[in-house]
């Protein structure tokens, strides 16, 4: 029967919100192959209406609605996926290992070159200045101020209102959240909660 194939595509797709399975490439390449086989027997049925003007319209639909509803399911799953993949662009500057296994060869291909294209766009913008987007921030911070303690001598650091703060090995500091993020995330600082 048509679309049973795309059907589980679709509940595939589904899935994919909460988590991010391997790249079923079997159960597309079978989807892809129906969508095939309708669209050649809906040619058929084309030209068969061309030269013996026969109504061959209900017939027609049997092959043309599948067709339709598989093309669309395709795209929902490939979307889904595109941008769980412009997610991880976003969170990491490379794919994970234990991620790399779960996507296709164009998919490591779309992410390296979105990855790159996101860099190179907004690290040439003068407006972003320093700023630098891939923090791995997702949402917005709840707590605009934190205590963090020093694991590494980082010296005197200038924050964003002009004061001067030194970090000295296992002190412990009240800061602002965006004066310190980027020693978080290089391991100079640890955040305690």
């Not at 095939?36 to 609605?65: D, G």
């Not at 964003?160 to 965006?178: C, I, W, Y």
């Amino acid at each position: 029967m048509y679309g049973e194939e795309a059907s589980k595509l679709a509940r595939e797709a589904k899935r994919t919100i909460d988590h991010f399975p391997p790249y079923n490439d079997t159960l597309v390449r079978s989807v892809i192959r129906e969508i095939r086989h309708l669209h050649e027997t809906c040619e058929e049925l084309e030209e068969e209406f061309r030269l013996q003007k026969q109504q061959v319209e209900s017939e027609y639909l049997v092959y043309k609605t599948p067709l339709q509803r598989n093309k669309r399911i395709l795209m929902a799953y490939h979307h889904q996926r595109l941008e769980k993949i412009k997610e991880f662009a976003w969170v990491f500057n490379a794919i994970p290992e234990g991620s790399r296994r779960l996507l296709s060869p164009d998919e490591i291909i779309f992410f390296n070159e979105y990855e790159k294209q996101c860099r190179n766009k907004y690290s040439n913008l003068s407006e972003f200045g320093e700023i630098d987007l891939g923090l791995g921030m997702i949402s917005p911070p709840k707590e605009v101020f934190i205590t963090v303690r020093v694991l590494k001598d980082c010296g005197d650091i200038v924050t964003e209102s002009g004061a001067t703060l030194s970090l000295k090995k296992n002190s412990e500091h009240f800061v602002k959240r965006g004066d310190v993020e980027r020693l978080i995330n290089q391991g100079y600082l640890l955040h305690v909660a």
